[in-house]
């Protein structure tokens, strides 16, 4: 007879216990673990299965060897992938290109960011090209998710026939290929686009296997509920099975599935880990609530690059993508301000101008503050000590800010050098010359380091129109970008390039900005301001 036993597991990270403890002695969550009931076989079937193994062992030890199902390489179909375009340029560049069919598609993101409202407009547009479609609202009713519809204006198939031919007009086949070619629009969404309000997954699956969709939403996993399980829906045990029925059924009848997920208060998707591991790309809705564009970045996918971003700006219509990101996160270069750089950032294969703005004063408290907003707090300690050791800036007893513009989180090492001439212009109150922007990672020794994907940095500068380039020396580019590019292999260097000898910004005016400096350079960095040889 099934004997059952009691298990505890882990809602952060599925750690299985026998005994209930406060806290989980693998991630050390409190309060993550859930009882289970499981049923297990008995020991008489268990004994029986392990004689038939056995017996089955013996008979075949003599048969020469051969493959049953295994394939080599050479016997496998390659078949290409046909991949489905969103409607969505940004969409499409995180997915790698395209919708692949039968892929499962994970999207977490804050309350209120936008999830459910990105997945609407993804429906209806696909709804003018594919025969079906189905959006299963776990979390509202039919009435709520038609409402929330018109009020975002997806149900017009004129308005939304006319962002799919202004789509594909500034469609960059470079960019995304394999794209879909151009089918015959449907006169309304809405005869092929279908709404399900349903949170039992055997209702569900069912009307998967009678519809058979090309795409279909579920909003959301953890809402999911299996009548087999006696475990509350968003468990542990409950978002894994729903997760693996929705799996297998996906895979097998080719059907694209997009499933919500909820995330906690760490800002990780709730539930188990398992979950990320099953599906095929994981994307993270990100935002601030207090700003207009919101970020779409890909950390997990089997069909494309990983941490490519996509930028949208929430509008009174719903999600609206931003053409030109960079302009986002650029401030406005015709002001002239101390203690500012531009760096060009890449997310995934993306390379993205960011202005950062930094600010040295001197402190009110024993010890000094520092403060970040998008940029690592430890980077910045980092190039703190690096300036102070290796140039001789005096900052370890002065107050340090330093922050993105539109608080796009730059977390890779090739911003290290605009952060560098952003705090030493604060300190000494110059101007940076706004048509410059600074590449290359500063190493403790205070030399300027190589960085990855230099040219593709180099010509996202040139196109937004900026006329010089601060870079690592023995990079490797091209020499007609439209650029002048200036290697530099110590930080003293780029300091000295990027500041040059110029009044202070409380006397300078915007006529002797424009006008070439023709000071000397040794006038400015004297001894006291930089107690090294190579200063």
């Known amino acids: 007879m099934p004997k059952s036993r009691t298990i505890y597991i882990c809602s952060a990270c599925g750690f299985e216990s026998s005994q209930w403890f406060g806290k989980c002695t693998s991630c050390n969550a409190y309060g993550t673990l859930e009882e289970q009931i499981i049923t297990s076989v008995g020991n008489s079937h268990k004994s029986s299965s392990r004689q038939s193994n056995k017996r089955s062992m013996q008979t075949t030890v003599n048969r020469p060897a051969s493959p049953r199902i295994s394939k080599r390489f050479s016997q496998i179909t390659n078949d290409v992938q046909t991949r489905i375009d969103s409607g969505y340029v940004e969409l499409d560049r995180v997915l790698g290109g395209g919708i692949v069919p039968g ?88 005869d092929h686009l279908y709404v399900m309000p349903e949170t039992d997954l055997e209702e569900i699956v069912r009307e998967l296997e009678s519809l058979k969709p090309q795409v279909a939403i579920i909003d959301s996993i953890q809402t999911l509920h299996y009548a087999s399980l006696s475990s509350a829906p968003g468990s542990v045990a409950q978002v894994r099975e729903c997760t693996s029925s929705l799996m297998h059924i996906a895979k097998g009848e080719n059907i694209t599935l997009f499933i919500v997920g909820h995330v906690t208060k760490e800002g990780a998707i709730a539930g188990p880990r398992v979950l990320e591991h099953l599906v095929d790309t994981v994307l993270y809705f990100e935002g601030d609530r207090y700003a207009s564009h919101r970020l779409l970045r890909s950390v997990k996918n089997r069909f494309g690059a990983t941490h490519e971003i996509g930028i949208f700006e929430m509008a009174e219509r719903g999600l609206e993508e931003v053409a030109n990101p960079s302009e986002l996160f650029l401030g406005n270069r015709d002001e002239l301000v101390p203690g500012t750089a531009t760096v060009v950032a890449c997310e995934g294969t993306r390379p993205i101008v960011v202005e950062l703005q930094a600010l040295v004063s001197p402190t009110s408290y024993s010890s000094p503050r520092r403060s970040t907003t998008g940029v690592d707090y430890n980077r910045l300690q980092q190039i703190l000590a690096v300036l102070e050791k290796r140039v001789g800036i005096p900052l370890s007893k002065l107050d340090a800010y330093l922050a993105s513009a539109g608080g796009l989180n730059v977390e890779e090492p090739a911003a290290d050098l605009g952060i560098a001439i952003a705090l030493v212009a604060s300190f000494r109150d110059r101007v940076v010359n706004p048509r410059t922007v600074l590449i290359g990672e500063v190493g403790l020794g205070g030399q300027v380091r190589l960085v990855s994907q230099m040219e593709l940095r180099l010509k996202e500068a040139a196109k937004l129109g900026f006329e010089q380039a601060i870079v690592p020396k023995g990079q490797s580019y091209s020499e007609d970008l439209g650029l002048e590019i200036i290697p530099v292999g110590r930080v003293i260097d780029a300091i000295i390039i990027a500041i040059p000898p110029q009044p202070r910004f409380a006397e300078e005016s915007q006529e002797f900005l424009e006008a070439e400096s023709q000071e000397n350079e040794e006038d400015f960095y004297s001894e006291e301001d930089f107690d090294t040889p190579e200063g």
């Open 103 to 190: 892929s499962l598609v994970l999207i977490g993101g804050d309350p209120g960011i936008g999830k459910s409202t990105l997945l609407l407009q993804v429906a209806n547009k696909l709804a003018l090209r594919l025969p079906r479609i189905l959006y299963v609202s776990a979390e509202e009713s039919g009435q709520q998710v038609k409402l929330r519809a018109s009020r975002l204006g997806v149900t017009n198939s004129e308005a939304i026939k006319k962002l799919e031919e202004s789509y594909y007009r500034h469609l960059d086949e470079k960019e995304i290929p394999e794209q879909v070619p151009q089918t015959n629009y449907h006169k309304s969404p809405d």
